[in-house]
Structures are given as structure tokens and as C-alpha cells.
């Protein structure tokens, strides 16, 4: 039996092109990234969640010599909300990123332990996560879901 998986999503050609309400949130994760403890990989990343309520959560990568004891950016977010407002919900994720580790063309994205975490968190909250992906030529990639990056997550998520 063959099968075929497929996702929609959009480009936008500059993310000063998204509504207001997302250049806040690109915004807010640019100016978090800046507090990246990047050492090792120079390469700092920042993620915003724009909660239901409108408020905005931060979070940025934080890096350690005793590798892989460093987290993500995402999962920085994502668990200081569920830590502090497990009563929220998290309607959109912004990740941008800058640095040399990656050609300034090329499209960043979650890791993979993120898009788990990313993906569990909407389903604890039984609602879609809105992701903006912004890459460092400032193009982004906008999914409706989480599972659309992770279509085949670890978990009850089918």
C-alpha cells in the first residue's frame, strides 16, 4: 500500500510583509535571540509564543560545554509557558536565527527534539500551534500546525 504525505504552506517574501500582530512577534524573538548564550556555535536563536490572551512569551538558545546539556531556543519557550501558564494556550511560534553555522539562503527550522516538544504542546492543548519560520534573509515559512513540520510525531498524534 502506498501512501502520500502532504503540507501546505506559505512564503512570505519578507516577514515586514506579515500583519502587525506577527511583526510584534518577530520582533520580540529577534530582540530575545540577542540573549542567546551562544559560545560554542556563535549561532543565536530566539523564539516568541504569541499566547491566546495576546501576551508574549520568550525564549532563547542556551548552549553548555557539557554538550547536549544546552537547550533550544523553542523548547526554552515552550516550557517556561507551560511551567508558569499551563492554562494558556499557544496560538503562534516565531523562530528566527543569526549567525554563520548556516548559509544566510538557506531555510532554518526546529530540531527535531523541538518539533517533538512543539508537538506535544499542541496536543496538551488540543488546539492548532501557528508556526513562523524566519530565515536569515528574512524570508518566512508559515505552517497552519505543528504537524505539518512533524506529520508523523512520536505520541498519540494521528
Given at each position: 500500500?502506498?501512501?502520500?504525505?502532504?503540507?501546505?504552506?506559505q512564503e512570505i517574501e519578507h516577514w515586514?510583509?506579515?500583519?502587525?500582530?506577527?511583526?510584534?512577534?518577530?520582533?520580540?524573538?529577534?530582540?530575545?535571540?540577542?540573549?542567546?548564550?551562544?559560545?560554542?556555535?556563535?549561532?543565536?536563536?530566539?523564539?516568541?509564543?504569541?499566547?491566546?490572551?495576546?501576551?508574549?512569551?520568550?525564549?532563547?538558545?542556551?548552549?553548555?560545554?557539557?554538550?547536549p546539556s544546552g537547550l533550544c531556543a523553542?523548547?526554552?519557550?515552550?516550557?517556561?509557558?507551560?511551567?508558569?501558564?499551563?492554562?494558556?494556550?499557544?496560538?503562534?511560534?516565531?523562530?528566527?536565527?543569526?549567525?554563520?553555522?548556516?548559509?544566510?539562503?538557506?531555510?532554518?527550522?526546529?530540531?527535531?527534539?523541538?518539533?517533538?516538544?512543539?508537538?506535544?504542546?499542541?496536543?496538551?492543548?488540543?488546539?492548532?500551534?501557528?508556526?513562523?519560520?524566519?530565515?536569515?534573509?528574512?524570508?518566512?515559512?508559515?505552517?497552519?500546525?505543528?504537524?505539518?513540520?512533524?506529520?508523523?510525531?512520536?505520541?498519540?498524534?494521528?
Amino acid at each position: 500500500m502506498k501512501h502520500t504525505l502532504t503540507i501546505e504552506y506559505q512564503e512570505i517574501e519578507h516577514w515586514n510583509l506579515l500583519p502587525g500582530d506577527e511583526i510584534e512577534l518577530v520582533n520580540e524573538a529577534f530582540k530575545i535571540a540577542k540573549n542567546a548564550y551562544a559560545p560554542y556555535s556563535k549561532f543565536h536563536v530566539g523564539a516568541s509564543l504569541r499566547m491566546e490572551d495576546q501576551s508574549i512569551i520568550v525564549g532563547s538558545n542556551q548552549e553548555n560545554i557539557a554538550y547536549p546539556s544546552g537547550l533550544c531556543a523553542e523548547r526554552v519557550a515552550l516550557f517556561h509557558a507551560g511551567a508558569l501558564y499551563p492554562e494558556k494556550k499557544v496560538a503562534k511560534l516565531c523562530v528566527v536565527a543569526f549567525g554563520d553555522l548556516f548559509d544566510k539562503d538557506a531555510w532554518l527550522t526546529p530540531c527535531g527534539g523541538c518539533r517533538q516538544v512543539m508537538a506535544e504542546s499542541e496536543s496538551r492543548q488540543k488546539k492548532p500551534i501557528e508556526i513562523l519560520l524566519v530565515s536569515q534573509n528574512n524570508k518566512v515559512l508559515k505552517f497552519h500546525s505543528v504537524l505539518d513540520i512533524l506529520p508523523l510525531a512520536f505520541g498519540k498524534f494521528n
